[in-house]
């Protein structure tokens, strides 16, 4: 490989990345700001979460056809248009003036930033010789798993510096930049196919009410208490209907615009099942974590992003490692040694407790990075190494977007999961507490004297008693329910320890050294 190669093969590397970061960023950069947005926007508590929504729902949908559209146009010409829509899109959130403008601008901007991950991943795969497969996809990792984990702390240090209309402006500077970069270092290679003709419009259709009303029903399912909601009941009968006319259409029509055909490849179905219990596991810790040292621990916001940085910065730690191991042992221990992490850790977290400290949540963190960190880097490396290369797009995608739903998906049922956890634990702990209970009167007396110590009247002292009880049951409820989404979560890294033996990459065993008798 001469100097010339290694120096655009680097290039390509920071090209693919700055719009990597940029887009897995915005992904979690927009929550923290969603108090401030709602109060300048006077939109309501259900109304401001459609401003994640929209992105979310619209980078869904568009991942799957990224490689139908750039056979349309060309891809080099698509990558361009995909910063454009973002960094356009971004200046306009930032300009926004009521919730339905900065609605649209954020489905816009995620018309764009759903595009950047895959076709990074691709565009990585494609320029990385066999052998260093892993070091892409180590540098690929990076860019999608600590750019979420390091959102909601920008995010949070641009809003209360300046305001939440500069966690937008940001993305400006950048995606100019990156469009230079793209211009420069990034070519249409000579494999892709430009398709011209009838687009098969059915299937998009399809496609778009499945994906759409899916995506839509994951985020308010909680909300309106599932199927208690007609809203809720009609969204999954459209998803249903949506996805299996959408497979259907897929399987049967020559010319399909999503090539559902490359899921035959058992290698890379299940690797990207593994994709999807990686997303779901990773997507719903991200969720769940900091809402226990928010509301029961009582952290604030910044302080409990500081918290979380162990598993990032594991992450950063075993990426780079987990790629230059990768020829040498394996996707099969990689991945079996990440699961197997991550499952310990989760159990350690399903056994914590409200009196948890700073280092009972360290350990669990740094072994979920390293899990994560193993997992991401083999697993991303080995379910595309049987896809060839004009498929690689396409597959890529598909990837990208399952992984996206399965944390969706995990988002979801954790909510849920704490939301109804926490109803049924309180009922079963007040079975304990009652007025014939000895502890439950010797608990009530403690804390009428503690507020008559400071100045409460006796009326005032035993109703307060009893609201401090009332808490305290509560809380304890609440720490029974993180403990048992933490346990489910480790469950299933353990169940799904089997699916190893299915992932493989022919092409690293065939490029190790055949040992003579």
Not at 412 to 430: F, I, K, P, V
Request: hydrophobic content about 50%; aromatic content about 10%; glycine content about 10%.
């Amino acid at each position: 490989m001469d100097a010339g190669y290694k120096t655009h093969k680097w290039m390509v590397t920071v090209t693919v990345m700055t719009g990597t970061i940029m887009a897995a960023l915005d992904i979690s950069i927009v929550n923290v700001a969603l108090p401030h947005m709602r109060g300048s926007l006077g939109a309501s508590v259900e109304e401001i979460t459609w401003v994640a929504t929209g992105y979310l729902l619209s980078s869904v949908i568009i991942m799957p056809i990224i490689a139908l559209l750039s056979s349309r146009i060309g891809r080099k010409r698509f990558y361009i248009l995909s910063v454009l829509l973002f960094t356009g899109a971004s200046m306009l959130c930032g300009i926004a003036w009521d919730l339905p403008s900065i609605v649209i601008f954020r489905i816009i901007q995620g018309m764009g930033g759903g595009t950047l991950i895959p076709m990074s991943q691709a565009l990585l795969r494609e320029t990385f010789p066999h052998d260093e497969q892993g070091t892409a996809m180590g540098i690929y990792g990076l860019g999608t798993i600590l750019g979420p984990a390091f959102g909601p702390t920008l995010g949070g240090w641009l809003t209360d510096t300046y305001s939440w209309r500069w966690i937008f402006y940001i993305n400006v500077p950048v995606g100019v930049l990156n469009i230079f970069l793209i211009m420069q270092f990034i070519k249409d290679p000579p494999y892709l196919v430009r398709e011209s003709g009838k687009l098969d419009f059915a299937g998009l259709f399809f496609m778009a009410v499945g994906l759409g009303a899916l995506q839509i029903m994951l985020e308010r399912g909680d909300q309106k208490d599932w199927f208690s909601s007609n809203l809720i009941t009609y969204l999954a009968i459209a998803t249903c209907i949506g996805l299996a006319l959408f497979v259907w259409r897929e399987l049967t029509t020559d010319r399909p615009a999503v090539n559902l055909r490359i899921l035959k490849d058992l290698n890379f179905t299940s690797g990207t099942f593994l994709g999807g219990i990686l997303g779901l596991g990773l997507f719903s810790s991200i969720f769940v974590l900091p809402l226990f040292l928010q509301q029961l621990l009582h952290y604030p916001a910044y302080n409990a992003g500081l918290i979380l940085m162990p598993r990032s910065l594991a992450m950063a730690i075993s990426m780079p490692l987990g790629g230059r191991m990768y020829n040498r042992v394996g996707p099969k221990l990689l991945v079996g040694t990440g699961l197997a992490l991550n499952a310990v850790s989760f159990y350690e977290l399903s056994l914590m407790s409200l009196n948890v400290g700073y280092w009972d949540i360290f350990l669990p963190q740094f072994l979920q990075g390293i899990g994560f960190g193993l997992i991401f880097v083999s697993l991303s490396t080995a379910v595309l190494s049987t896809i060839d290369k004009p498929s690689m797009t396409a597959a890529s995608g598909l990837y990208n977007v399952v992984r996206q739903v399965f944390g969706s998906v995990g988002i979801a049922l954790a909510a849920t999961m704490l939301t109804r956890g926490e109803t049924w634990n309180r009922a079963m702990l007040t079975e304990h507490v009652t007025v014939f209970s000895d502890t439950t009167a010797q608990t009530v007396r403690a804390f009428s004297s503690l507020l008559s110590s400071h100045g409460a009247d006796p009326t005032t002292a035993g109703t307060g008693a009893l609201k401090m009880l009332e808490d305290m049951v509560m809380r304890q409820a609440s720490m029974l329910s993180y403990n048992h989404v933490f346990f489910l979560i480790a469950a299933l890294f353990f169940l799904s320890m089997p699916l190893v033996l299915l992932v493989k990459d022919p092409h690293r065993a065939a490029a190790e050294p055949v040992v003579a008798d």
